[in-house]
């Protein structure tokens, strides 16, 4: 009876095991596809048109992916050798590793050996929970003998080094190797790949930025594990032992231009794109880094100023009882840059501080750019015969108008609140005299000038006189792109800021450039002559830039709401506004010129620093005839004809040819 008692529960002994696993393996279901189909969340990243990383961008985990093939050997033996020195021969499970596990702990009376294979952790990392129950390890290796029936050994080890928490935010040894040597996998010293593939261990405890001398001990271990091996001589040995690599504590996000990056996650939603943070894409950009920074720097510069400026004329206007209550903490401002050929958005910087707002003014907002918008009118009157010497009338007049079934009247005048009687086209632009420009208006037809500015494809323009004052309403993303009909020109470019997108090796998105001419080249050069005089001797002489021609337009909206300035170079093109957010005015003395002028200024000297080597001169097209009227220049071609002698109003007027 004994005998019996005693060979039942050997067979039971040696049967439950089995039958406990039997259990668990047919009363559960083992699905192992999200291994098999491993589609792990990847990080995107944005660079700008230089190759240099702005951003990471990514949802909760930080993860580069990289194929088994690209993986340099040296990982995985040093992988292996201190985490499964058997991987290759087991069949996910190692039961001799497990009993000799099983011997020490039970001696040390606690758990001091794990004996988890790599194929184990990686399902306890991907399939399982951290629970530390009988039932879960059980469940762990079953679904290890599947994975190795599904996978091949290679495939395993790829997805165990891409799915793996590496400590910092770092998920994927290809991160762990960026993040924390600024290294590609294939550039990493021994020492360093020892560092990271004994990093899963205990990532907390073994992280080189937290703990150095403790991670350099654990990888120690692995390199002399790997000697011990026979896998590396004494020499490599001894050369790892010593070595103390550096290590960098960046941020996960690496946000440099983080008005870029925003904008790149709109324009990725508009492509219908909505896997962004986590589908691993690679944005290249037509940014500038460095001008990025530098319009930052000038938008910062030019606040400042205004700051400082406006304290000092509010004690001035005190003291002489004209006193105007501003709020400046509203006072904000937006800057865009654009490579006036290809339309490239080369800086764009919304706000003056984004820590503050990251609001984008330069592609959200919208605001009225009153006189920055003159030039348009004046291009249609240059394409249409007129000449800088062409002489407009400068005089006030009343306009009746209804509004809302009652009789109205309007009368606009001057900033300088005066008028010339007669002044050239050239002068009404450069000084921007507002009477000039609407009885240009007048001249030229409204119901034409309208059909006129439709080759600009402006949207939305209002239909009635308001027009010559810029009452329409636009981003500064915007008007930099209808102001490379200046700057390009007379051919108008689209603004692009996202060059080309791909994923895992994909290209899934390439700009493409769209161009159309607006003005013949003789036009376009004509008026570039105009706005450069604004910039030497107009509204716009705080714009001026040593070393480099400069062509642009101040605007200033009515009760000083919005202050623009818009420029070029000849080959770059900028755009900057100031005003309060609450649109309330700004103070009374601040104007386009005054605000934004500097901003303009300060951008251009920083361009000539960085690329001295740049473009300076506007070419001359042929077909421009210059002539001396009263001893300046004036430009004309075969559309705008140069008068004849007998035809100048001054005596005293000279013309040379």
């Known amino acids: 009876m004994i005998k019996k008692t005693f060979i039942t529960l050997f067979v039971l002994g040696v049967l439950s095991p089995f039958l406990i696993v039997g259990y668990y393996y047919f009363n559960y279901n083992y699905d192992i596809s999200s291994l098999v189909n491993f589609n792990p969340p990847l990080t995107s990243h944005i660079y700008d048109k ?7 961008v990514f949802n909760k985990q930080n993860r580069s992916y990289v194929k088994f093939n690209d993986i340099p050997p040296r990982i995985v033996e040093a992988l292996v050798a201190i985490e499964d020195t058997t991987f290759f021969e087991h069949s996910g499970v190692n039961f001799g590793a497990i009993f000799r596990a099983f011997i020490k702990d039970v001696k040390a009376r606690k758990m001091v050996e794990g004996a988890s294979t790599i194929t184990q952790q990686l399902v306890k990392n991907k399939l399982l929970t951290r629970e530390k129950k009988i039932s879960r390890k059980i469940k762990e290796f079953i679904y290890s003998y599947k994975v190795e029936n599904a996978l091949t050994k290679e495939q395993i080890l790829e997805r165990y080094l891409n799915e793996i928490y590496y400590g910092h935010g770092y998920y994927g040894i290809k991160t762990a190797a960026n993040g924390y040597f600024h290294k590609k996998l294939s550039d990493l010293t021994l020492k360093e790949m020892a560092i990271l593939v004994g990093l899963p261990k205990a990532p907390s405890t073994y992280a080189p930025t937290k703990n150095y001398e403790i991670s350099m001990g654990r990888a120690n271990r692995v390199v002399t594990r790997m000697h011990t091996l026979g896998w590396i001589d004494d020499a490599t040995f001894e050369k790892a032992l010593l070595e103390n690599p550096k290590v960098y504590n960046d941020t996960l996000t690496q946000n440099r231009a983080p008005f870029i990056v925003d904008a790149v996650e709109r324009r990725m939603r508009k492509m219908g794109i909505r896997d962004f943070k986590t589908g691993g ?7 500038d880094l460095r001008l990025q920074n530098a319009a930052k720097k000038s938008l910062k510069y030019a606040y400042g100023l205004a700051l400082k400026r406006i304290e000092k004329y509010k004690i001035k206007d005190a003291k002489e009882s004209e006193i105007q209550d501003v ?27 984004y820590k503050k707002s990251s609001y984008n003014r330069a592609t959200q907002g919208r605001r009225q750019p009153g006189s920055a918008f003159k030039p348009f009118i004046y291009q249609v009157a240059l394409d249409l015969g007129y000449s800088g010497a062409t002489k407009l009338v400068d005089i006030a007049k009343t306009y009746d108008y209804e509004k809302n079934g009652k009789d109205m009247k309007w009368q606009p005048e001057n900033y300088e ?3 010339k ?12 005299r507002n009477l000039a420009t609407i009885n240009l208006v007048n001249d030229i037809g409204l119901h034409q000038l309208l059909k006129e500015l439709q080759k600009f494809h402006i949207k939305n ?8 004052l810029g009452t329409i309403s636009l ?31 994909s290209t899934v998105y390439e700009k493409q450039d769209k161009q159309m001419r607006t003005s013949p080249v003789t036009q376009s050069y004509i008026m570039t002559t105009i706005l450069e005089d604004v910039v030497k001797r107009g509204t716009g002489r705080r714009a001026r830039a040593r070393g480099i021609e400069l062509a642009g337009k101040t605007g200033t909206t009515n009760n000083n709401m919005d202050a623009w300035f818009a420029g070029y170079s000849p080959t770059v093109e900028t755009v900057v506004w100031f005003g309060n957010d609450d649109n309330t005015p700004m103070y009374h003395r601040e104007t386009g010129g005054r605000v934004s002028g500097p901003a303009f200024r300060r951008y251009y000297q920083q ?3 960085l690329y001295p080597q740049i473009k300076r001169k506007f070419d001359v097209p042929d077909g421009i005839i210059e002539v001396q009227i009263n001893g300046k220049k004036e430009y004309f071609s075969n559309i705008s004809k140069p008068p004849r002698a007998d035809e100048d109003t001054d005596p005293e007027g000279e013309l040379v040819f």
């Open 50 to 56: 230089n190759g240099e990383k702005i951003a990471n």
């Open 281 to 287: 894409y690679e944005v290249h950009t037509t940014i």
């Open 327 to 353: 709020n400046v903490s509203q006072l904000n401002g937006a800057m865009v840059s654009l490579d006036s050929k290809s339309g490239d958005i080369l800086a764009l910087v919304g706000s003056v501080d």
């Open 417 to 419: 609140k005066d008028y």
């Open 421 to 432: 009687g007669l002044i050239t086209l050239r002068n009404a632009l450069v000084h921007s």
């Open 461 to 468: 323009l209002p239909h009635d006189l308001s027009i010559a």
């Open 475 to 505: 981003s500064p993303l915007q008007l930099a792109g209808y102001y490379t009909s200046f700057s390009n020109q007379g051919v108008q470019v689209a603004p692009h800021l996202i060059s080309s997108i791909e994923k895992r090796g």
């Open 607 to 609: 361009l000539l620093k």
